[in-house]
């Protein structure tokens, strides 16, 4: 069974950092794309960060540079160092596995993990 679960989220002040974690099993962690995504009140699930088997990256416009994925195959575990975050960086974050699908055609994702920008 796949489990993915995220931690390391709570409540920052604008510049402020966190790096959260996600934690994986179940699966073939290695082959695997791996991705964090977000998802703010009221509206819809955003890409953030995409990290593929062979280590190659992508970010959305809005994190590059403030933002860094990575991943360590030994502990089947992918990181997003998050820093200047932002209040519009506010939201619940998703691990998720880029290279997998579920029978309804959503990528596999884990509870997620809250994260509040705010002074």
């Known amino acids: 069974e796949v489990q993915l679960v995220e931690s390391g989220g709570g409540l920052v002040q604008p510049g402020g950092s966190l790096r959260l974690s996600c934690a994986a099993s179940g699966f073939t962690f290695w082959t695997s794309g791996m991705s964090w995504a977000r998802q703010a009140p009221g509206k819809g699930l955003e890409w953030v960060s995409n990290i593929y088997s062979d280590g190659n990256t992508w970010y959305v416009d809005s994190v590059k540079g403030r933002f860094t994925i990575s991943r360590d195959n030994a502990k089947n575990t992918v990181y997003l160092q998050m820093n200047n975050l932002k209040p519009e960086d506010t939201a619940v974050y998703y691990c998720?596995?880029?290279?997998?699908?579920?029978?309804?055609?959503?990528?596999?994702r884990g509870q997620g993990t809250q994260v509040t920008v705010s002074s």
């Open positions: 998720a596995i880029w290279t997998q699908r579920t029978s309804t055609g959503r990528r596999p």
